[in-house]
């Protein structure tokens, strides 16, 4: 959601020359004004639209101001909706009290100040706006969790199906092998069966090494991000058959926080996974550069490209591993773009450095 999205203002008066006059008062505010002449009108157009503040008179025929704002909170769509009141005679502190609990959250006197007008209703019609982002922010969490724990749970299936059917029957078959060794009378036989167990213990080690390196690479920790990074995407070269090029720049790339270099990985490892999935690439350059106030990623590929609806971030079309990227860097204050390069993909991550030369493990920025 953008973050001057335009609200809806519901201006409620039985005279028209009045509506007129608000209208003209609030027009540079930039956001949608509706007019109602009538409680009863107010209230067909409340049940139709959702309104961020509602500007009522006090004195109107059929339905008053105040049992109008009665019936607008007892509903409970409306309970939370800003109700300004206007009145052309003095109101008594019974009255405003009697207002108030009815559900206004302010008066204004006639004549109309026209700053005071705006500044009231662009107070609550940004905290309007401010209240549907936090919406959508909260089902995207929760939509996000829903898929995070599906997502665990699928890699823990495949990391127990890896486990079972290479490392669990290598580790059977020498059992067996090594439980028939003594049973053998050949000393030429018992050196063959030796050496077939030790090529699958070596087998088996190599299995266990390449599950803990993709769960998280010791050499992250040892050497650092840019060695790490060309152990993987060597390896994932060779394993996906597609050619993966890296430059690193300096070339002898310097060490980072312990987190902010677990994040660049872990961003470069999904982009890289995505690209194998679903790019039909066969070329992808991976750059990683530190400058003098940032560090710079760039993904590219030259596959099929991506969906406008994945480019542009849209909620209902992205998944746990693109959101996830996007979380990692804005915890560092960064951003991240993707785009369509015809033919292909770019992944675009800029990271700040912090400021003070000396403190360059980074600490993650939480963001409001």
Do not use: C
């Not at 194998?276 to 596959?303: M, Q, W, Y």
């Not at 990227?325 to 915890?331: D, G, L, N, S, T």
């Amino acid at each position: 959601m953008n973050g001057k999205e335009k609200v809806n203002i519901l201006m409620v008066d039985d005279q028209p020359a009045k509506l007129m006059s608000y209208e003209v008062i609030l027009n540079e505010l930039g956001e949608n004004l509706v007019k109602a002449t009538s409680g009863k009108g107010a209230l067909e157009l409340l049940l139709k639209h959702d309104f961020a503040v509602v500007l009522m008179d006090v004195s109107m025929p059929e339905i008053d101001g105040f049992e109008m704002a009665n019936i607008i909170h007892q509903h409970p769509r409306f309970q939370k909706t800003a109700i300004i009141f206007i009145s052309g005679v003095h109101l008594t502190e019974l009255d405003q009290i009697k207002g108030y609990q009815r559900g206004a959250v302010d008066y204004i006197p006639v004549p109309v100040v026209p700053e005071l007008l705006r500044a009231k209703v662009s107070v609550f019609a940004e905290l309007h706006r401010k209240s549907r982002q936090l919406e959508v922010l909260n089902r995207e969490l929760r939509r996000l969790s829903v898929t995070l724990i599906s997502t665990q749970d699928e890699e823990r299936r495949r990391i127990a199906r890896e486990l079972h059917d290479g490392l669990g029957q290598d580790l059977t078959v020498a059992k067996i092998m090594l439980q028939g060794v003594n049973r053998e009378q050949s000393a030429e036989v018992k050196e063959q069966v030796v050496a077939d167990i030790s090529k699958l213990i070596d087998g088996a080690l190599q299995q266990i090494r390449s599950v803990s390196y993709l769960l998280h690479p010791p050499l992250l920790d040892e050497v650092g991000l840019g060695s790490a990074l060309g152990w993987y995407v060597d390896g994932l070269s060779k394993r996906g058959g597609i050619e993966i090029a890296l430059e690193t720049h300096p070339e002898e790339f310097p060490r980072l926080g312990a987190d902010l270099e677990t994040t660049l990985f872990r961003v470069i490892q999904e982009a890289l996974t995505n690209v194998l999935r679903h790019s039909r690439a066969t070329k992808v350059n991976v750059t990683l550069e530190r400058k003098d106030t940032e560090i710079a990623v760039r993904i590219a590929d030259d596959g099929v490209g991506v969906p406008n609806e994945i480019s542009e971030f849209r909620q209902d079309s992205i998944g746990v591993g693109i959101s996830g990227m996007r979380q990692r860097v804005k915890e560092f204050g960064g951003e991240l773009q993707l785009r369509n390069a015809n033919p292909g993909t770019i992944v675009e991550v800029v990271i700040p450095l912090p400021t003070t030369p000396t403190d360059i493990r980074s600490v993650p920025v939480t963001l409001q």
